[in-house]
């Protein structure tokens, strides 16, 4: 396939293939049929932007990239009669192969399941930005788009030609300017981008804050500048609109939601900084991205530096935004600023404040609050072990589940201690309705004694360092139950040295029969309905041991638990007159179907389904026969 510009050699065209999952969004932007479609105009702008910063960064330290021509601008210029909108900078330009890898694969993760999304909502284009696929939201409006692109320092340009199907072609370019044209054939139906009123309309909506000059190409070589291209975060506070922050917030981030939470302030003293940062009102797609990398921007004196330099600790990660400091060094490398002393400082009060924001929303709007633990609280508990320095600030944000509602703080929970109540009680699952099913809440539930529900993969963690909360130890539900005796039930029987010693001979009976499969079995206080369930010993909480199991070389293996058996069900008195009367052989079935039923509860498999099966139709038989 070959391009027709007079400007390229069309003999040495070479055709590409756009990688998958490129091909499928292409074509849902090419068929969606989109209400909101100046977004394309944004994105293109934006990356325009991005490309303006970084070549200004690097001619920090290489001057002659700017190539004697240091102006730094965007400027759009519509075309009536060839039906093109080009959308032009002078910035960082791309090299051949970076057009290739830039341009034909989406390196994020997360595309695929986007593309998924976006096709469930028929187009939900205010998600575009978010995944990294700004650039080719170009074909919302173009039925063809080429990229002229020359990178600064380098002789050679390039053009990447597209018409959105399969592949794309790439053809050497004679000449060019530094940077990057998109220029974009549009479609009939898009023909109201040619119109100025629009353009200007469509970057005054979405871009008056790109930092850079936008020009608007009006003929004849004139240009008139249409956006206002100040920082925002140099502006005062109270000069800055809600819209102008979520359109801010929305070029940084690329979601275009209102923020939940602005922080907007100026650090004075020993580090000068200014500092604007967002936290999304709307989960961001790669919070759970193993990177866990947060993309906070780095700017110096209005320069920007660097959007992966650890401003913030990876819990925080989901915090958007710019911190802009007036005393560092322009030139500062990108290795030189892992181990800054200025940016430890930064990071330092910055977390703080962060930390003190959240805390004062909790305060002054609970229910906004709760509306972001939902979203973020699992990657806050991260903070619960990686930094202890704040472990107790953290304790103070923490929200749970628990058997009493949801959503308690620390606080509450120790205002609702029962007395004699020496521990915060805890119990992990899988997810809250197997929590609240488990029969360990029994005894505790028969007190009053209010349990917290964790059932974040990451409670599992940080609980197991956690060393209490104003001197109250954690302390899971299913380790040890010694203290729940301290605590007076509401009708509790009395202790019976008999039926005691009954019970005990029936778990020694038991254990013989389940061999391997048990650690232990013994008699329980935390049961007051079910006949049976099963806990760890102290060593490690099951939930945790589930799932490191499930990691592949973690080493990990579910142990075997210890059988609990409560002494007061009348199951457990029928089996253990019966070994009474009939010898410890005699519940040989009984003890793997009551083992196999605690797993049942617990949710888990059973090991041994058929037996199972088998066993329960012969006690059936027996009771019906
Ligand atoms: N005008 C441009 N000049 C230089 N490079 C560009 C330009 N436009 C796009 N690129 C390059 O192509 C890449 C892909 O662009 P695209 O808009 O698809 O995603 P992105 O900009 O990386 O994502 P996000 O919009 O989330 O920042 C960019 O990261 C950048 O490296």
Redesign the pocket.
């Known amino acids: 396939m070959a391009t027709d510009t007079a400007t390229t050699d069309a003999t040495t065209a070479t055709s590409h293939q756009f990688q998958a999952e490129v091909a499928k969004l292409l074509h849902l932007m090419v068929h969606s049929v989109y209400s909101d479609r100046d977004v394309f105009l944004r ?2 702008i ?3 932007a ?2 303006l910063d ?1 070549l200004r960064y690097e001619a920090i330290a290489n001057p002659q990239l700017l190539e004697g021509q240091p102006d730094l601008t965007i400027t759009i210029t519509p075309d009536k009669e060839k039906k093109t909108l080009t959308i032009t ?1 002078t ?4 090299s051949e192969q ?1 057009l290739i890898d ?2 034909g694969t ?1 390196a ?1 993760s997360g595309t695929q399941a986007f593309v998924e999304q976006a096709k469930a909502k028929q187009g939900d284009v205010h998600l575009i ?8 939201s170009g074909f919302i409006v173009a039925g063809k788009v080429d990229v002229i ?1 020359r990178r600064a320092g380098s002789d050679q340009a390039w053009m990447w030609s597209s018409d959105g199907s399969g592949s794309f072609t790439m053809t050497p370019v004679e000449s060019a300017p530094r ?2 044209s ?1 220029v974009l054939h549009l479609r009939e139906d898009a023909l109201e981008f040619l119109e100025d009123w629009k353009i200007e309309s469509v970057v005054r909506t979405y871009s008056d804050h790109i930092a850079h000059p936008i020009m608007l190409s009006v003929g004849n070589e004139t240009a008139k500048q249409i956006n206002s291209a100040n920082a925002i975060w140099t502006r005062a506070k109270s000069d800055i609109t809600p819209e102008q922050h979520k359109e801010f917030f929305g070029h940084i981030s ?1 979601n275009y939601s209102d923020p939940a939470l602005t922080l907007h302030y100026r650090a004075e003293g020993r580090n000068e900084y200014t500092v604007l940062l967002y936290v999304p009102g709307e989960r961001p797609f790669d919070l759970y991205d193993p990177e866990r990398r947060g993309r906070q921007k780095l700017y110096v004196k209005r320069v920007y530096i660097a959007d992966d330099v650890e401003l913030l600790p990876a819990y925080l990660r989901f915090v958007r935004g710019v911190i802009d400091s007036e005393d560092m060094p322009l030139n500062i490398s990108r290795e030189m600023l892992q181990n800054n002393p200025q940016v430890a400082a930064i990071r330092k009060a910055v977390t703080n404040k962060v930390l003190s924001e959240l805390k004062k929303l909790s305060e002054t709007d609970d229910a906004a609050y709760r509306k972001l633990w939902e979203i973020y609280g699992p990657v806050l508990k991260e903070g619960l072990y990686e930094d202890m320095e704040r472990r107790d600030q953290l304790y103070e944000l923490v929200r749970f589940k628990s058997t009493k509602g949801d959503w308690v703080s620390l606080k509450d929970y120790i205002a609702g201690l029962k007395e004699n109540q020496t521990a915060i009680y805890y119990l992990t699952a899988e997810d809250a309705a197997k929590a609240k099913a488990s029969p360990q809440l029994e005894g505790y539930k028969a007190r009053d004694v209010e349990v917290l529900l964790l059932t974040d993969p990451v409670d599992s963690f940080w609980v197991r360092t956690a060393l209490g909360y104003e001197g109250k130890p954690f302390k899971s539900v299913t380790q040890g139950s010694a203290d729940l005796d301290l605590i007076v039930a509401k009708d509790e029987a009395k202790p019976d040295a008999a039926a005691d010693a009954e019970t005990a001979v029936l778990a020694a009976a038991l254990k013989q029969a389940l061999g391997e499969r048990v650690k232990d079995v013994r008699s329980s206080k935390r049961l007051t309905e079910s006949a049976v369930c099963i806990v760890n010993d102290s060593m490690m909480d099951r939930t945790l041991e589930k799932l490191l199991s499930r990691q592949k070389d973690s080493g990990i293996s579910v142990s075997a638990p210890i059988l609990e058996v409560n002494p007061g069900h009348p199951l457990i008195k029928a089996l253990a007159a019966q070994v009474k009367a009939k010898g410890a052989a005699s519940v040989e079935d009984a003890a793997q179907l009551l083992l196999d039923q605690a797993f049942i509860i617990e949710g888990e498999q059973v090991p041994d389904p058929a037996s199972f099966a088998k066993r329960l139709a012969d006690v059936m038989a027996k009771a019906f026969g």
Not at 91 to 94: A, F, N, R, V
Not at 129 to 136: H, L, R, S, V, W
């Open positions: 994105e293109l934006s990356n325009a991005d490309a970084k900078d910035g960082i330009g791309m970076e830039n341009l989406i994020k930005g978010q995944f990294g696929i700004g650039f080719y692109s940077g990057t998109i690329g």
